[in-house]
């Protein structure tokens, strides 16, 4: 029987992950100002106008408060995935986190404007996911997300 275990789990094979320092996640939505979800037709993020999220980090237990640190674009990903995380490089600290957006292209004759909520401070560790938890960004003047 455990020749059995044994050789299940050398099949299965092990992904391994390369650890520098700590990880963040974050899931987001898309929906209209009057707080509906853009419908799912194509895709929410199609429907509200957005392409890409960012999760960018700035740390701030800096001997100057963070005003020196430069703002880690950490990662990029598809909004369609409505959900993502950075890899473990962020060094252990205190960081305002946030999203930054790229817009899918204009909202009808003008640019598309986002909301998306401000800063979450939290604190980053070695070898640990943190947190931002699910996130809404407000698309404030796509034609095809009901306001």
Known sequence: MRAHWLACL???????????GGAVEVSW???????????????????????????????????????????LESREFRCEAQTGSTDFNLVDGRYALSLALKPRGPCGAVDCRFTVPPPIVKDVRYSQVTQMGLLEIISENSPRCPR
């Open 29 to 71: 939505k898309v929906f209209s100002p009057s707080g509906s979800e853009c419908p799912e037709e194509g895709s929410r993020c199609q429907a509200g106008g957005v392409a890409t999220v960012v999760i960018r980090a700035q740390r701030l237990d800096t001997p100057d408060g963070g005003a020196g640190s430069p703002v």
């Open 10 to 20: 050398l099949s299965c094979g092990v992904a391994c992950v390369d650890v520098s």
